[in-house]
């Protein structure tokens, strides 16, 4: 039964990811941005303060050289800006959006609010709650996983029982 449960836990979210994915390709090259752009503009535009490449990275699960190298077309569009240099590497500075940063972090938002729309239409609220709260449990239970030996500790386990 939990082995079930964690090949449709793991398709299901594998499907969702993919076809969230999907969406981004089709219409962020519309809007002159990568589907990488699109969460950045969103953290951005909830931190008007700015952020950093490197806290961009952190909150966006980023891999930091790839916000590194995608920074450049962002600052050249005119989508970012920099509030000062906190230092002399830009990966230090505090990144915020220009207004036609906002006008398309806007516009995202704007997109994001319809999709959750149109998925969970029908949906009562109190499920959605629910869902969400034992989603981002799991995801933090993930998370600590990844931080142990836990899994190496069941493969030697289960190797000397089949020995």
């Known amino acids: 039964m939990k082995e079930e449960r964690f090949e449709e ?8 990811f993919g076809n969230i994915q ?3 390709a089709r219409y962020t090259a519309q809007l002159g941005l990568k589907a990488v752009h699109v969460f950045w503009l969103y953290l951005l535009r909830d931190r008007p303060e700015g952020l950093s490449a490197a806290e961009l990275s952190a909150a966006g699960g980023s891999d930091p050289s790839l916000v590194s190298r ?6 050249e569009q005119g989508i970012v800006g920099t509030a000062g240099s906190g230092g002399r590497r ?6 915020t959006l220009t207004e036609k940063g906002k006008r398309l972090a806007d ?7 319809d999709v959750q729309d149109s998925v969970s239409r029908d ?11 034992t989603l981002s449990t799991l995801a933090e ?3 600590m996983l990844t ?3 836990r899994i190496q500790e069941v493969i030697d386990r289960e190797r000397k029982t089949v020995q």
Request: aromatic share 12%.
């Open 9 to 16: 836990f793991s398709g299901l979210i594998a499907g969702i």
């Open 22 to 24: 999907k969406l981004k």
């Open 70 to 75: 995608e920074l450049d077309a962002l600052l």
């Open 90 to 95: 830009r990966y230090g500075w505090k990144l």
């Open 107 to 113: 516009i995202i938002a704007a997109v994001a609010d």
């Open 123 to 133: 949906i009562p609220e109190e499920e959605l709650e629910s869902f969400y709260r």
């Open 141 to 143: 239970r993930f998370a």
């Open 147 to 149: 931080k142990t030996n």
